[in-house]
């Protein structure tokens, strides 16, 4: 349960409006406190500091409405410096980074921190009452607007500040890499040298059923011990058909499970699958890489050719591969606490990661010999993290793509030489170990 929880709580603090949501009600809250505070300090307290306290009733009101209205100005202004920001980088960089900026928490909080300010105006400004009879000056709460529009001013400057950097190639990537680095550490926690899962089954059931997707989109996450406890419960087996990343059609296989199928267990199977319209790092390895390995590409797309911000995200893309190569990510199967099998997953490996790193930037870079030798020094890092034999040759693999794609699309010896020499690097640190 607590898995599901916190995959709808990464999709709320993912969204533009729960965190200044979260604001507002704070400012609101705020407001009446200060204003039902106001009868708890005696009026020659008031007295004492008349600087400070004696703003009149028309004075007060107006110095509301004017931060009020300065407020949602500055807070539309943010939304709009949001959204240019976002349309400039989704086309400069790659759409898929869109939620990245969706998700910016500075943005959030300052947008939240306008918006709240607003309504804080709004709630004491309905207080103030200028009548003989009825006179209330909620002297604290008209002293807190008038410090919380100046704490705003600070808000806007950082802002300015923020949004011009957050929109640098390298902070993109480096965001998009601890992202991606996160989601190992969730996914994959245990280390290569760490005791193995539970391996494949001697037999697996003969007979499946299929379990149709309810939704339509991309498989976001799974409850992997929900789904655990579900084939505990019925007495059966499940087998993802689909991977988190996998687009799935309603209608369409998404599991299957041993023996006889009814429409509790398939309504179970599929409340354990969050489906939505987009792919999340969370649970998702492979699109952190995929997002910056789209920024290499357009970095290297003929009308762009900026082989700085290439090698950049190379870089980048090397610190999570560094990672993955001390992790045991090949996809397991569960049992339960007697020995049987319960959960036969699906799940990246790998070969397919380090393949989605590196193939289409190599098919891309064609005669760019610095790309190419940063893709070498990258697998030469890499390597030396692994003892696992297999993964090293894997590794030497694609180092050898690499070099054919050298030889034949650089055209200048000497820049031929460097990829060369680094491909021997990688190559004796292979046989080295």
Not at 236 to 246: A, F, S
Not at 352 to 367: H, K, P, T, V
Request: hydrophobic share 50%.
């Amino acid at each position: 349960m607590w898995k599901r929880a916190a995959a709808t709580w990464q999709r709320l603090t993912g969204s533009l409006w729960f965190v200044p949501s979260i604001i507002t009600v704070g400012a609101a809250l705020l407001a009446v406190a200060l204003i039902e505070a106001e009868s708890l300090v005696g009026d020659e307290v008031l007295e004492d500091f008349p600087r400070l306290f004696g703003a009149g009733a028309e004075s007060s009101r107006s110095m509301l409405a004017a931060i009020a209205g300065s407020m949602i100005t500055v807070a539309g202004v943010t939304f709009s410096i949001t959204v240019v920001a976002v349309s400039q980088a989704s086309s400069q960089y790659t759409p898929r980074i869109l939620r990245n900026f969706m998700r910016d928490r500075a943005s959030q909080v300052v947008l939240g921190v306008f918006v709240g300010i607003f309504v804080y105006c709004l709630i004491v400004a309905r207080t103030v009452r200028g009548d003989e009879e009825l006179r209330f000056i909620p002297s604290l709460a008209v002293l807190g607007a008038f410090l919380l529009a100046v704490v705003a001013m600070g808000f806007l400057v950082y802002f300015i500040h923020h949004i011009a950097g957050t929109l640098e190639a390298g902070s993109i990537l480096a965001r998009v890499s601890r992202e991606t680095v996160a989601s190992v550490d969730r996914l994959f926690p245990d280390e290569v040298g760490a005791a193995p899962g539970a391996g494949p089954p001697a037999g697996e059931p003969p007979d499946w059923t299929a379990i149709a997707s309810a939704k339509t989109g991309y498989l976001q996450s799974v409850d992997a011990d929900g789904m655990l406890r579900l084939a505990e419960r019925h007495g059966t087996v499940i087998r993802m058909e689909r991977g988190i990343g996998d687009f799935v059609v309603q209608g369409t296989l998404i599991a299957s499970v041993a023996g006889p199928e009814t429409d509790d267990l398939a309504a179970a199977v599929n409340g354990v699958y969050t489906v939505s319209a987009y792919r999340s790092v969370y649970q998702d390895a492979e699109f952190g890489i995929r997002q910056m390995v789209d920024i290499a590409l357009k970095a290297l797309s003929p009308g762009v050719n900026d082989s700085t911000t290439a090698v950049t995200s190379v870089d980048h893309i090397g610190a999570v591969l560094v990672r993955l190569a001390r992790r045991r990510i090949e996809p397991g199967h569960r049992l339960d606490e007697h020995g049987a099998l319960r959960v036969i997953a699906v799940g990246p490996s790998f070969e397919s990661l380090l393949a989605a790193a590196l193939d289409e930037i190599r098919q891309n870079a064609g005669g760019n010999a610095s790309v190419l030798a940063r893709l070498l020094r990258t697998l030469a890092e890499v390597a030396a993290c692994t003892a696992d034999p297999a993964r090293r040759a894997l590794l030497l693999h694609h180092g050898e793509r690499i070099l054919r794609a050298a030889e034949a699309g650089i055209p200048d010896e000497e820049d031929r030489r460097e990829v060369r020499a680094r491909f021997g690097a990688l190559a004796a640190g292979v046989r080295a170990a």
